[in-house]
């Protein structure tokens, strides 16, 4: 009788796994896409032929010394992009990316995903590029929506982000017992 009721509990406790890990499955199915298929994407960010992310050029100087001020060339990078790309778009940055050992500068924007290689020792404009990874990133992490809704301290992101890591662990977890549990019910059965 013990067997029994051994086995009822291990079956019900299967059944209620199955039906935990089908819940979830339902209701994340569309995050869990949008995740992995910019997770690909983001892997494959900088072997995309400058589709996703502007290959990094090289400049004539990769000493510091013989650079333009940073100001200087900040100021050549603003006219950049508005006599060549828009004069109405924003010049707020969101960073400037130096590599010394290219002997570039990148201007990065904050309001839109064009991006200006300068040489550091010219200031010549060595590329004009769009970072649609930037964009991919914001799928991927969720801070589209804090972009969207202007929520402070990036509190969708770190929500999405929770979420969707717990649901990845439960998913794992709830996976593998359903994997399991019916091989060592089987098992037990045997003995």
């Given at each position: 009788?013990?067997?029994?009721?051994?086995?009822?509990?291990?079956?019900?406790?299967?059944?209620?796994?199955?039906k935990i890990h089908r819940i979830m499955g339902i209701f994340l199915f569309v995050f869990f896409i949008f995740i992995s298929v910019s997770g690909v994407l983001l892997g494959?960010?900088?072997?995309?032929?400058?589709?996703?992310?502007?290959?990094?050029?090289?400049?004539?100087?990769?000493?510091?010394?013989?650079?333009?001020?940073?100001?200087?060339?900040?100021?050549?990078?603003?006219?950049?992009?508005?006599?060549?790309?828009?004069?109405?778009?924003?010049?707020?940055?969101?960073?400037?990316?130096?590599?010394?050992?290219?002997?570039?500068?990148?201007?990065?924007?904050?309001?839109?995903?064009?991006?200006?290689?300068?040489?550091?020792?010219?200031?010549?404009?060595?590329?004009?590029?769009?970072?649609?990874?930037?964009?991919?990133?914001?799928?991927?992490?969720?801070?589209?929506?804090?972009?969207?809704?202007?929520?402070?301290?990036?509190?969708?992101?770190?929500?999405?982000?929770?979420?969707?890591?717990?649901?990845?662990?439960?998913?794992?977890?709830?996976?593998?017992?359903?994997?399991?549990?019916?091989?060592?019910?089987?098992?037990?059965?045997?003995?």
């Open positions: 009788m013990a067997v029994k009721n051994t086995r009822k509990k291990q079956a019900k406790l299967l059944r209620n796994t199955r494959w960010k900088k072997h995309s032929g400058g589709m996703l992310l502007p290959a990094t050029t090289n400049g004539t100087s990769s000493k510091l010394v013989e650079w333009l001020p940073l100001a200087d060339l900040e100021q050549k990078a603003f006219k950049v992009l508005h006599d060549s790309v828009g004069r109405t778009l924003s010049l707020e940055l969101d960073r400037i990316d130096i590599r010394k050992e290219k002997g570039i500068v990148k201007f990065i924007f904050a309001e839109h995903l064009n991006s200006i290689q300068l040489d550091g020792a010219t200031g010549d404009l060595l590329q004009i590029g769009i970072r649609r990874a930037d964009f991919v990133e914001q799928v991927h992490d969720g801070s589209i929506l804090d972009d969207y809704f202007k929520t402070p301290n990036g509190i969708i992101k770190v929500s999405y982000t929770s979420i969707m890591g717990v649901a990845l662990l439960l998913f794992s977890v709830t996976g593998f017992w359903l994997w399991y549990e019916p091989k060592r019910m089987k098992n037990n059965a045997r003995k």
